[in-house]
């Protein structure tokens, strides 16, 4: 196995990452904070989402360490933790095409025969 992977908590880490990414609302907002920094107001605007589903999601991404909020003044301005995320996600973008990935129903194998109906018709 590869070096980097040779702790499991890293994989724990790395799969805990991909699912606080894997919300496409997140990643609008994480587009939309770019590389500078937005304003909760800012956010709302750009992805036509309502203030309390940005706020959930921001929360989600600050407890993660994904991005960082600053106070000035009124507002709170959200940033990201690490430039270069946006990079990371742009790699990803080409494995999401529809010529990469499949979308099609995958079946999944099971060892265990079918059940019958008429177990439960009583």
């Given at each position: 196995?590869?070096?980097?992977?040779?702790?499991?908590?890293?994989?724990?880490?790395?799969?805990?990452?991909?699912?606080?990414?894997?919300?496409?609302?997140?990643?609008?907002?994480?587009?939309?904070?770019?590389?500078?920094?937005?304003?909760?107001?800012?956010?709302?605007?750009?992805?036509?989402?309502?203030?309390?589903l940005?706020?959930?999601?921001?929360?989600?991404?600050?407890?993660?360490?994904?991005?960082?909020?600053?106070?000035?003044?009124a507002?709170?301005?959200?940033?990201?933790?690490?430039?270069?995320?946006?990079?990371?996600?742009?790699?990803?973008?080409?494995?999401?095409?529809?010529?990469?990935?499949?979308?099609?129903?995958?079946?999944?194998?099971?060892?265990?025969?079918?059940?019958?109906?008429?177990?439960?018709?009583?």
């Open positions: 196995m590869d070096e980097v992977f040779k702790d499991t908590n890293d994989i724990e880490h790395l799969s805990k990452l991909f699912k606080i990414l894997g919300d496409a609302n997140r990643l609008r907002i994480l587009f939309t904070i770019g590389k500078d920094e937005r304003s909760v107001s800012e956010i709302i605007e750009a992805t036509s989402l309502s203030q309390t940005v706020s959930f999601h921001l929360r989600a991404l600050r407890d993660a360490g994904i991005v960082l909020a600053e106070r000035q003044g507002f709170i301005y959200y940033r990201l933790a690490k430039a270069d995320l946006l990079n990371m996600v742009g790699e990803f973008q080409g494995y999401a095409s529809k010529e990469t990935v499949r979308t099609e129903k995958v079946e999944f194998l099971c060892p265990c025969p079918p059940m019958n109906k008429k177990i439960f018709e009583r």
